[in-house]
């Protein structure tokens, strides 16, 4: 018999009841019926356990506790058999109530490893990403109910629905948003999947909800300060890494909007076989385009702080200083060569963070390696490109003459500066947009690979 049918019978064993008593039985009993169900209902969905066949149902085991229950009632109690099987007749009634939607909703079983430090949220959208969108939707509900005021919850509970055709749904899902804040409402209108759902009657209303509340937020002006916290970053070894050897240090910075695993694969054309590539998320998430495109964007910009342009230059600062931090980190926890100093390759913003860096540390790096790098005034890069001729800083540039993000004129602008700057400075123009061709970057992997010796 299981404790909390112990406990329950306790509370009865050694009374004899009535007919007309039977159902005070039931009543005494039900709030531990109901304070048990809740909480088995809990524990099945906070294991990631879903009805996979009625062997795992937890209605199955719930019926099992309940003939446990008339059991003990038959034993414990002197109630009569009639009265005990209508009595586990409503009782089953109630289970079958509360965990029969379970069933509806179909939540697949997690990973060991998702299952262990995930809420909801994090598996709701772990679901999405892998695109198995009934488990999704059915974590994003039992989300949005336990906390109705994250607005990002129900815009991405909008989306899966609206991506399955249930329109009317995800337009309650955007009512959520609306009620619970939301005030972004360009984020809404850009995203293709949502825009024609703010076209109809009921989407416009929440539309102009939208817009109230944006406006309401006037009246909690924003204040910026310093923060810090602990950040991330991801490490790619060499072929027949040996970790008691030691081996020359790759910093790689991604660009904006992007993250550190597509930029490492990109790094493996490279052919460094004898280099440790580490490549930091940028600090600041972009929340708009993470949750459009169900993926982690990321910037050393914060744009979505909505900061004015005067914190331009501390934002550029400390964004330079988590590199470094990240610099100094591996240096310290890897079996990095110290004799040789490393090389630092940015592509687009990482490529403006890497002048960022080595101007401003010149005595940390090597070389610099720019790819397709967009280039702010704030940044003080100009002002501070003797350093690279003092302490001998090389620089490669690579950019595509039909750039439409970065266009060829700013490379041309960086080149006229870093020219009359006298550093060792060489610009390689190919025929290509932003992105840097795989066939390209041997090359460039060969010119890194000479630096780091």
Not at 21 to 31: K, P, S, T
Not at 208 to 225: G, I, L
Not at 243 to 265: C, D, I
Not at 316 to 344: F, H, I, K, M, N
């Amino acid at each position: 018999m299981t404790a909390w049918s112990r406990h329950s019978v306790s509370n009865c064993t050694g009374k004899s009841f009535a007919d007309g008593e039977a159902m005070l039985v039931f009543l005494r009993c039900a709030g531990e019926v109901r304070e048990w169900l809740n909480r088995a209902v809990s524990k099945t969905v906070r294991s990631g356990n879903g009805p996979r066949g009625f062997e795992s149902h937890p209605l199955r085991s719930a019926i099992a506790r309940m003939a446990e229950l008339a059991d003990a009632l038959h034993s414990g109690c002197s109630v009569r058999k009639d009265v005990q099987v209508r009595l586990l007749f409503r009782a089953l009634v109630l289970v079958a109530a509360m965990l029969l939607p379970l069933q509806a909703q179909q939540v697949q079983r997690l990973p060991q490893t998702i299952l262990s430090t995930s809420t909801a949220r994090e598996r709701a959208d772990y679901f999405f990403k892998q695109g198995m969108w009934d488990s999704a939707k059915a974590y994003y509900h039992l989300w949005t109910q336990a906390n109705p005021r994250d607005t990002t919850a129900w815009v991405a509970l909008a989306r899966l629905l609206a991506r399955r055709g249930e329109h009317d749904a995800a337009l309650a899902a955007l009512a959520g948003a609306a009620r619970a804040g939301m005030a972004y409402r360009a984020l809404i209108e850009s995203d293709s999947i949502l825009a024609p759902l703010l076209r109809t009657a009921r989407g416009r209303e929440i539309a102009q909800r939208m817009t109230t509340n944006a406006a309401e937020q006037a009246e909690y002006p924003a204040r910026f300060a310093r923060q810090q916290r602990i950040g991330r970053y991801r490490v790619l070894y060499p072929p027949g890494y040996d970790s008691l050897q030691r081996y020359p240090l790759v910093l790689l910075l991604h660009g904006n909007g992007n993250e550190p695993v597509m930029m490492l694969r990109w790094a493996k054309a490279l052919g460094l076989q004898r280099a440790i590539i580490v490549c930091p998320e940028a600090p600041y998430v972009k929340v708009a385009e993470t949750i459009a495109q169900g993926r982690l964007r990321l910037s050393a910009a914060g744009e979505d702080l909505a900061a004015p342009d005067t914190l331009n230059p501390m934002i550029t600062d400390l964004s330079a200083q988590w590199y470094v931090d990240v610099l100094g980190d591996a240096e310290q926890s890897l079996p990095v060569e110290r004799s040789a100093l490393p090389v630092v390759v940015g592509f687009s913003q990482g490529g403006f963070y890497a002048q960022v860096l080595v101007t401003r540390y010149p005595e940390r790096f090597r070389a610099a390696v720019l790819l397709a790098p967009s280039y702010y005034h704030w940044g003080g890069i100009a002002q501070r490109l003797g350093n690279l001729v003092r302490y001998g800083v090389e620089v490669l540039h690579v950019h595509g003459r039909n750039d439409p993000i970065v266009p060829i004129q700013t490379a041309q602008l960086i080149s006229d500066l870093y020219r009359r700057a006298q550093v060792s400075y060489t610009l390689i123009e190919f025929d290509g947009d932003h992105w840097i061709p795989d066939d390209l970057a041997r090359s460039i992997g060969e010119w890194i690979a000479q630096r780091l010796r």
